[in-house]
């Protein structure tokens, strides 16, 4: 009597679970793996899109262009003349440790791609919000005619310039690491930043920003609400700029770039991508920005050779609930009675991008999901094996074959003989020590 139905766009989630019966292992937090049976070719997909290639060449040369300008305002950059990259490692140990542990060999060969050592940010977020706030400031210095393509762009971190952007305001909602590189790159060249951090975001990453002189807010509630508030300050502030990661283009095409890089360094290792010999990406995902970025240039890339599939916590997989459910960026794990609560702060986001959704939701080709349990003794076990350290965000990135093991179906549509195997390590260089040396204990722990 008086009960009322909770509706979850028109239906109840009793019918939600009946119409898709893997909701209940995703609802008991159950690690799982989706196959997305409606993946569409890149030729069928890519003419409907509101990017192309031409976009990723583009941030590319804008990219090139601020290098002079970064590697004056970052010293760690001047290895790679200002250009923010990371290795791409080969870990031989790693996968023999992985193949025995879950009781199967691994096909192909498998490397990580060390986005944990990014320069400037220290995890993946250095390649969408730098880029975003680079192309604010050149689009702003050229409407004022300080600035033309053809200058050398360091002359940015004159005092000039500076005051220039002193009056400009930079705002971004983030469950830590976007907050990060956006308050980073903001400070450094001058730009007034407020960074909204959800619960989630650890205290030492809220401490860095405020020695930089960046204003952060702390919110109790999770990431839609840091962002949702954010976008709501800033919009009163005509001279302030919202780097918006629910929709930004600008940080999908940051994102984008990774993929170019990668081809170069695959075939510095010998390596060329083709039908016989797949590229198989493991992607760590929160909103979707990054591993969707990363995702687009690969496709546009590699297009049918390279297999795209996205790693989420138990606790928040938005994107898998969004694909597979196709309520996209209207699907919040909260509706479907799921937490949101992971320490992979990273990937701690309970609504999926529509813009990531929309336009590399039909090309990737599933998503699994892992238990925080799961990502420490992989951080444990690289650290042992290779020498790298992570944050626990980037473990989801390994552990990819476990889901393969337990779900077989999952590999059928991937030819894995000669597979390359690229697992995304998306963050760890600023951890502080004593917490990374926690983590480690954790892993050793539960081996
Ligand atoms: C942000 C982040 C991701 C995922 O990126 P989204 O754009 O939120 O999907 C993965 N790993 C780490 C460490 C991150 O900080």
Known sequence: MGMTQEYINNKTLKEWQSSFPL???????EPIFWMNSEKKTVRSHLPVLPLSEEDIMDAERRWHRFAPLIQSLFPETEGSQGIIESPLKEIPKMKLSLEEENGMSIS????????NELPVAGSIKARGGIYEVLKH???????????SHEDNYAIMAS?????????????????GNLGLSIGIISAAIGFRVTVHMSADAKAWKKDLLRTKGVQVIEYASDYSKAVEEGRKQSDQDPMSYFVDDEQSKELFLGYSVAAYRVKKQLEENGVTIDKENPLVLYLPCGVGGAPGGVAFGAKILFGEDVYCIFAEPTHSPCMLLGLMTG????????????????????????????????????????????????????????KDLEGIKIE????????????????HSALERIPMKNAIHIAWATGGLFVPDDQMEAFYRKGIEKQ
């Open 108 to 115: 192909g060969r498998l490397f990580l791609k060390c986005d």
């Open 159 to 175: 005092e000039r310039f500076r005051r220039f952007f002193q009056q400009y305001g930079i705002a971004v909602g983030s469950t």
């Open 23 to 29: 909701l209940n292992s995703l609802m008991a937090y």
């Open 137 to 147: 400031a050149e689009t702003l210095a050229m409407e004022h005619g300080m600035l």
């Open 327 to 382: 309520l996209h960026e209207k699907a919040k794990v909260q509706d479907f009675q799921i937490d949101n609560m992971t320490e992979a702060d990273g990937l701690a986001v309970g609504s999926p991008s529509a813009l990531v959704s929309m336009i590399v939701g039909p090309w990737i080709d599933g998503v699994y999901t892992v238990g925080d349990s799961e990502l420490y003794p992989i951080l444990a076990g690289l």
């Open 392 to 407: 626990p965000s980037s473990g989801a990135a390994l552990l990819g074959f476990k889901r393969f093991k337990e779900n």
